[in-house]
């Protein structure tokens, strides 16, 4: 049974830096794109980060860009979302997810991936 464990979520000041952490189980995840997503109360969950399969393509929302940076480690079956700069708008529960598309690359939408994550719940304080 494939399951995806965020951690590393928790309250921290505007400016601050958070490193989400995802573990996959049930499965390798070593050929398949991942992503991170964020869900805000009231609104839609969306796209943050994506990463293909080797870890060599990333792509993020523009708000995002140049403060998040995501990356993987395959042996570990893990991806992680490392946040600088955090702002009070970044508040959300952060959710990782799979694409079981072998060697494809990553999507920017939610229908793209297979299985998710529980979620963490990050709050950036002004």
């Known amino acids: 049974q494939v399951q995806l464990v965020e951690s590393g979520g928790g309250l921290v000041q505007a400016g601050g830096s958070l490193r989400l952490s995802c573990v996959g189980s049930?499965?390798?995840?070593?050929?398949?794109?991942m992503g991170w997503f964020r869900q805000a109360p009231g609104k839609e969950r969306e796209f943050v980060a994506g990463?293909?399969?080797?870890?060599?393509?990333?792509g993020y929302v523009d708000s995002v860009k140049g403060r998040f940076t995501i990356s993987r480690d395959n042996a570990k079956n893990t991806v992680y979302l490392q946040m600088n700069s955090l702002k009070p708008e970044d508040t959300a529960v952060y959710y990782c997810a799979v694409r079981l598309d072998l060697y494809r690359d990553f999507g920017r939408k939610v229908n793209d991936y297979d299985y998710w994550g529980q979620g963490t719940q990050v709050t950036v304080s002004s």
């Open positions: 990463i293909n399969w080797t870890g060599s393509r990333t």
């Open positions: 049930g499965r390798t995840f070593s050929g398949y794109p």
